[in-house]
């Protein structure tokens, strides 16, 4: 059966544009995927950062205007890349045309705007919608989730899961939007890295009963445009310890998502332990997962030992690489997209996928929950 060609087209062609543009032309790795996408269009306010698109042959569309896209009939998916304080309106006007859509997180600069958001959805119901959340493909954190989903921890005794930056601690690096509260939102890094922590725990069903905050502000000004001082107001750093429920047991889980954790490039960390066992992956050490277990060991006693996998290249769409080889980041930007083409083909199973609108909307109750607990000092319910 040949696969089904979609047109994708990108709006913000950005860090995360160029990125998207370059998993989609590593389809052919993809072993047997239902659906053949093609990038066509990009749009960009910018027409400088569309010059870049001209290496890929088959975009035939550049235009700083996304209306343009949006009137295109010959478009069939688009994926937005822009400022939080812009989601909400062009996801809406993706949504009103009917095209399918894969968001970039927060979803929206605040909770009302994602519930906007989903209202616009829910009156056009023939767009698919995901949002963008890549570390949990890979492999490394597909073995865990399946390790917890398999029962194997036994009664729960806590879970961590930690998204760390740590480019920040260079104090010299200029502003951007991301460090502006007008263009980041309120919620600062959690907005802007809280989707990586919350996916894979909201995924396994621990939505948090409560929670409580420590958010730090420890950068208040960094260099603007002409290299003057100008104020950097968001939050560099949030640790939040909640109560969640697993198999009806509640646990503590904590999540820290920050900007300024010194030597950590991007690096994703994920860890559940039970009375019978345990599971950790960190994309520090991408091809390893840990695994706990009470074991016997030859010619000594009975032992708690923390086993590693090394586990290859594989993750939740089967490739063409060679199962031994390692797997990175662009990886699990094309395992996402797999991911995402499937489920809007129908065919993604029960595999892992993109995460859900709802679960994103979902953050921003977090975030203000973390926000008030802060503030007041005190958890908050959910
Ligand atoms: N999934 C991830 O790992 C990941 C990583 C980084 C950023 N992001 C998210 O991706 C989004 C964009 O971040 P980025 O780092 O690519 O930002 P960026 O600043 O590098 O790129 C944004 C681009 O959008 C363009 N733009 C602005 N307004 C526009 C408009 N009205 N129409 C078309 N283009 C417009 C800008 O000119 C710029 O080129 C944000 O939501 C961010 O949180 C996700």
Known sequence: MSAERVNVAIVGGGLMGREIAAAIQRWPALIDHPVRPRLTAVCDINPAALDWFDEIDTVVTKTTDYADILADDSIDVVY????????????????????????????????AAAQAVLAEMAAHPESFV????????FPGAQLAIDYVRSGALGTIIEARN????????????????????????????????????WHVPLRLGWAPESVYAVLQD????????????????????????????????????????????????????????????????????????????VVDVPGGGREQVWQQIDV????????????IFESGFSDSILQMWAAFLAERHGSLGDRFGAARPEEAALTHDIYRAALQSHEEGRAVTL
């Open 312 to 323: 290859g290249s594989q993750s939740v769409w089967p490739t063409v690489t060679g199962p």
């Open 80 to 111: 937005v890349a822009v400022r939080h304080d812009l989601h909400e309106k062009i996801y809406r006007d993706v949504i009103a045309s009917g095209k399918s859509l894969l968001a970039e997180k927060p979803f929206g600069i605040d909770g």
């Open 130 to 137: 995901r949002c963008s959340s890549e570390m949990p493909f």
């Open 218 to 293: 420890l950068v208040p000004e960094r260099p603007g445009p002409d290299g003057t001082l100008v104020p950097c107001d968001t939050w560099e750093n949030a640790v939040l310890h909640s109560r969640a429920r697993h198999e009806g047991v509640q646990f503590p889980l904590t999540t820290e998502t920050k900007r300024i954790a010194p030597g950590q490039k991007n690096t994703w960390e994920f860890e559940a332990i039970g009375l019978d066992g345990g599971v950790r992956f960190s994309t520090k050490n991408p091809k390893s997962v840990e695994v706990f277990a």
């Open 162 to 197: 930690s998204f760390l930056h740590s480019s920040d601690l260079d104090l010299s690096k200029p502003v951007n939007w991301k460090r502006q509260k007008q263009f980041c939102g309120e919620a600062g890094v959690l907005n802007d890295l809280g989707m990586h922590t």
